[in-house]
């Protein structure tokens, strides 16, 4: 926009000569175009890949706006993010990124587009942090920093093992989310040295959530804790169910989704239920700022654009600007301090978090397991 108003100006301005007139020499040579943005010499140019765009645009915009606020809280100087629309094509979006000079690239969203975005990011020298969840992407340069519900799973497990719950049961939905956390309950319940009497699998139609949960009940004899590997709807749905059964004095067992789902807390039949998630503290404060700054409440995922920025300011302090961007910082064993608590890159590419346990009750989440402040060496 400034450099519109710029040309408008020098377009309504009048020139008068001065002296003789040159003398004519032709038509000037054009110089050459340069494609892309311009050379910046000052700063180290990051790109984000977020649609702002299409069916997604809403969840986009708000990581966009958080990475601003980022870039506002820290006064970084050395750091420039130009943001790529996916909503209209990932692989388009890489390839302008690439050849605008990027150094990192923040996103995509999913992983559906980080698979579109690794091959030519990784061709050209350009790490990958993305927001996807996905571990099944990670590795060779693409760095996943989105909330896992393996180590959601793993997490509020091993604090039922440490209060005494020693036999475990699970309904999960079909497809690759109910696998994943099917399988994390199945090896952290291994790990700690308990048994799972039982696991079913659901459509998420309430038919064959009722099936499941009676075949469940069938199949075991009891159990101390029980896992609803699904989001707030589902788990009111079937909390009721489970106390009719077996599960009358089970303690509810949920994952990282339940953390969005502020109406789980008034729910009576979830009341005592447990799950793992990251900390909500600072997002709240995050959350107060934005809506101050642009009149609308964020998405949760935003906190992944904010934390990604500072994280790039971090290592940006350590960066030589004109070089690549240095991958090996991120997997740093000190880990990150982020809105979503503390934060590494295992060697496997997947971000590690220091998760919290909540308990439901009394209308309101409670802390009842702090996440820990950070990593040992």
């Not at 499941?212 to 069938?218: C, G, W, Y």
């Not at 077996?246 to 339940?258: D, P, S, V, Y």
Request: hydrophobic share 45%.
């Amino acid at each position: 926009m400034l450099v519109s108003s710029a040309l408008l100006v020098a377009a309504c301005q009048t020139i008068v000569p001065r002296g003789p007139a040159p003398t004519p020499t032709g038509p000037a040579e054009p110089g050459p175009v340069q494609p892309g943005l311009p050379t910046d010499t000052a700063r180290h140019r990051i790109a984000l890949l977020v649609p702002v765009s299409g069916s997604n645009a809403g969840v986009g915009q708000s990581i966009a706006n958080a990475t601003t606020l980022a870039l506002l809280d820290t006064g970084a100087k050395s750091v420039r993010i130009t943001t790529y629309d996916t909503g209209k094509g990932a692989a388009s979006a890489v390839s302008r990124a690439i050849a605008d000079g990027n150094r990192l690239i923040l996103g995509p969203l999913t992983a559906d587009e980080v698979k579109l975005v690794a091959g030519p990011a990784r061709k050209a020298g350009v790490p990958v942090v993305s927001f996807s969840n996905d571990s099944s992407i990670a590795g060779n340069g693409v760095f996943v920093m989105g909330y896992s519900p393996v180590q959601s799973v793993e997490r509020v497990v091993k604090f039922a093992r440490a209060k005494g719950m020693s036999t475990f049961a699970a309904i999960v939905p079909a497809g690759l989310y109910g696998e994943r956390t099917g399988n994390a309950l199945l090896q952290a319940v291994r790990e700690s040295g308990g048994s799972v009497a039982a696991m079913q699998s659901y459509d998420r139609s309430a038919t064959s959530l009722g099936a499941a949960i009676r075949k469940l009940d069938q199949a075991a004899t009891g159990y101390d804790a029980v896992l609803i590997a699904d989001g707030g709807r589902i788990a009111i749905q079937a909390a009721p169910l489970l106390r009719k059964g077996k599960g009358a004095n089970a303690r509810i067992l949920g994952t990282e989704l339940w953390n969005t789902e502020p109406g789980l807390a008034a729910n009576e039949t979830l009341r005592g239920a447990w799950f793992a998630s990251v900390s909500d503290a600072y997002y709240r404060q995050l959350a107060t700022k934005y809506r101050a700054r642009f009149a609308a409440t964020p998405y949760r995922l935003s906190a992944l654009g904010y934390d990604a920025v500072l994280l790039t300011v971090r290592i940006a302090q350590d960066w030589r600007i004109g070089t690549p961007f240095p991958a090996a910082s991120l997997t740093d064993k000190g880990g990150f301090a982020g809105i979503d608590g503390a934060f590494r890159f295992g060697r496997d590419g997947v971000a590690e978090r220091a998760l919290e346990v909540q308990q439901i009750g009394d209308g309101k989440f409670t802390v009842i397991d702090a996440a820990a402040g950070g990593f040992g060496q």
